[in-house]
């Protein structure tokens, strides 16, 4: 089958667009990958969304802006496959399935409450393509973390290669997936958020100097990490947690680092993020092989030092394994969508912590 796939998760960057030809299993050709990006203003009205979406008790209660802005969003993703569509000289007829994730405002797994801004529904009337969304919901209601679900995507990139691998995406938050090596006895992935990503680089970033991140960490290479900060931030209780675990994007305070400079600020949060995955090692059966970095995190080339230095194995960008970085969730989210039309689970217990392999995903036909 040939599927889409649309990513914006918990970044507030944009939407990432990928295209796969798969069987849902082992078959796999991946495409063109294209991102848009979001406007500055478009930003502010999703970190504001942040917070109005604190307060949501029902997965589909749109309060305030919410509703203006999932109809926005839900234009923009369909504006976005309009544009690939054409840049790829690609027609709309020759793709089978659209995985639409939507913009994550709120994950709160522990009350079976997880929402994603964006309609599903009139993504198909838009864009004449069949689309599968709301990925995690049967998970959460059934007891499961919701996140991450990339993991099934992860052991068909490369479950066949020597192993263990841990494979980390770096977003807002970030997720590790344990791979484990193609001769075990025992292939059961283990996966879970290991804590913050780029979104509270990104938030410093942005409140300080008016910046939307810290480009190739270059702020935080002229700072000094304050110990006693980095580890009041490390005695968050979730890193006790056994896995599978997950977070909401806002699950963590800056609050520890508000006294210290720009540069020092910035680096405290980047060795708070490594730190955090580096923590990860500890939590699986055997160390990695290899880690290997996905997201907009692999570029800042701090966060990637500091990462290799805490850690016992090589640390590389997706690219090294002739991977794409940028587009791998959106590449996983059509994925996804093949699996659930296949009614394939998507989500395990030991990546998510539900009682036993789940599929999941709502179908919108579209009318061709």
Known sequence: MRALGLMSGTSLDGIDVALIETDGAQELKRGHAATYHYSDALRGQLKAALAEAASLKRRDDRPGRLKLLEQYLTQLHAE?????LQDHRIEAESIDVIGFHGQTVLHRPEARLTVQLGDGTALAETTGIDVVYDLRAA????GGEGAPLV???HMALVGKLPGPIAVVNIGGVANLTW???????????IAFDTGPGNALIDDWMQARAKLPFDAEGKCAAEGHIDEAALAALLAHPYFAAPPPKSLDRNAFSADAVASLSLADGAATLTAFTASAIAKSRFLVPALPRTW?????GRRNKTLMTMLAEKVDGPVVPA???RLDGDAMEAEAWAYLAVRSLKGLPITFPGTTGVSRPLTGGVLAKARR
Do not use: M
């Open 151 to 153: 993991p099934a995507y």
């Open 139 to 142: 998970d959460v209601a059934a």
């Open 80 to 84: 976005a496959v309009s544009h690939y």
């Open 292 to 296: 290997v970095v996905s997201g907009g």
């Open 179 to 189: 791979v484990p090596d193609d001769t075990a006895a025992d292939r059961s992935l």
């Open 319 to 321: 690219e090294a394994l």
